[in-house]
């Protein structure tokens, strides 16, 4: 069984500050791990993911992820936040050879000016 | 090339009526997901299609959902009868296959149940 704990329902930041949205996952076999962001009346985008090989991760629009085994998690980071990354962030994990991703509760990132 | 493409993207209805939500995912795709997405809560698979076979259905409440992909293409969920609690979006999402292939998702068919 899979799982993803988001810690931090609302995280607020202010703009060109770092950014950190947490996430731990918890998986019986080596994970897949990813990240959407979902703007407000629009699906999921995915931002970024971890399958194998390189541990950190780069994504679209500056945000990266690590992949920390150890600790079993995958924290989203971006060093300098902009207006426009207000929305909802998803951590979702799934397992190699097949495609149900489970979703955590998600993480509302607030941009002030 | 085109997204994964849902409608109706609004509906409301009340309770104890049918609704239908059609899905016609990126071309090529053969993974095909129905996803349920309740207000502040992450969302939760409700039906997997691999071409037209089934491939994971256990969160599907299957006393009032079904979903059919018969030519392995397009998609169709359906709610009979609706209750309150079916109030959430419908995010319909295709993948080229597993093994970590990425899942594009549309933008979800809103539902509102009075």
């Known amino acids: 069984a899979q799982s993803v704990t988001q810690l931090g329902s609302h995280v607020s930041v202010s703009e060109g500050a770092l950014v950190l949205l947490r996430c731990n996952y918890s998986?019986?076999?080596?994970?897949?791990l990813f990240w959407y962001v979902q703007y407000p009346n629009q699906g999921l985008q995915l931002l970024l993911k971890?399958?194998?090989?390189?541990?950190l991760v780069k994504g679209i629009n500056g945000f990266e992820a690590e992949f920390k085994k150890s600790e079993t998690s995958f924290h989203l980071t971006k060093p300098s936040a902009h207006m426009s990354d207000a929305a909802e962030y998803f951590c979702?994990?799934?397992?190699?050879?097949?495609?149900?991703?489970?979703f955590g509760t998600g993480t509302r990132l607030l941009v002030s000016p | 090339e085109a997204g994964v493409a849902q409608s109706p993207r609004y509906k409301i209805i009340e309770k104890r009526q049918s609704v239908a939500f059609w899905c016609n995912p990126i071309?090529?795709?053969?993974?095909l997901y129905w996803y349920q997405q309740i207000l502040g809560q992450g969302p939760k698979l409700l039906i997997q299609?691999?071409?037209?076979?089934?491939?994971?259905d256990s969160q599907l409440p299957k006393d009032r959902f079904s979903a059919e992909r018969l030519k392995g293409v397009d998609s169709t969920l359906k709610i009979q009868p609706a209750k309150l609690e079916d109030s959430a979006v419908y995010l319909c999402?295709?993948?080229?296959?597993?093994?970590?292939?990425?899942?594009?998702f549309g933008e979800g068919s809103w539902l509102t149940v009075v």
């Open positions: 999402a295709s993948s080229s296959d597993g093994s970590g292939n990425t899942i594009y």
């Open positions: 979702a994990v799934s397992g190699a050879g097949f495609q149900k991703l489970v």
């Open positions: 299609f691999q071409n037209n076979g089934v491939v994971d």
């Open positions: 971890y399958t194998t090989g390189a541990t």
């Open positions: 998986s019986s076999v080596p994970p897949y």
């Open positions: 071309s090529g795709h053969a993974t």
